[in-house]
């Protein structure tokens, strides 16, 4: 496994953005698929975007596509979620998950999890 630590989160208003970012340690990135999972009070951890160990492929929830742009750079072994047009509905802890799957938004197939970082969108 690898450990996960995100950064970046905070208090914006309706439509500003965010880049959140997730620095990774103690394992071969590079064989990692990465995602960003969110988690709002009284919600299950729902899935969010995902790049695959190369970044050829790209997975996006149908409700942030458009709007957020997942990245990697496996030479720093980060990934990074860049997220435009926020909305009050994008409020919630955002976790930064590695999945030894080749690619996959499949949240049981991820077993490293950051600890996530707060995002509140004001309306």
């Known amino acids: 496994q690898v450990q996960l630590v995100e950064s970046g989160g905070g208090l914006v208003q309706a439509g500003d953005s965010l880049r959140l970012s997730c620095a990774a340690s103690?394992?071969?990135?590079?064989?990692?698929?990465m995602g960003w999972f969110r988690q709002a009070p009284g919600t299950a951890r729902e899935f969010v975007v995902a790049?695959?160990?190369?970044?050829?492929?790209?997975y996006y929830a149908d409700s942030v596509k458009g709007r957020f742009t997942i990245s990697r750079d496996n030479t720093k072994a980060m990934v990074s979620l860049q997220m435009n047009s926020l909305k009050p509905e994008d409020t919630a802890v955002y976790y930064c998950?590695?999945?030894?799957?080749?690619?996959?938004?499949?949240?049981?197939?991820?077993?490293?999890w950051g600890q996530g970082t707060q995002v509140t969108v004001s309306s």
């Open positions: 998950a590695g999945s030894r799957a080749l690619a996959t938004s499949v949240r049981g197939l991820y077993d490293s």
């Open positions: 103690g394992g071969t990135f590079s064989r990692y698929t």
């Open positions: 790049i695959s160990w190369s970044g050829d492929r790209l």
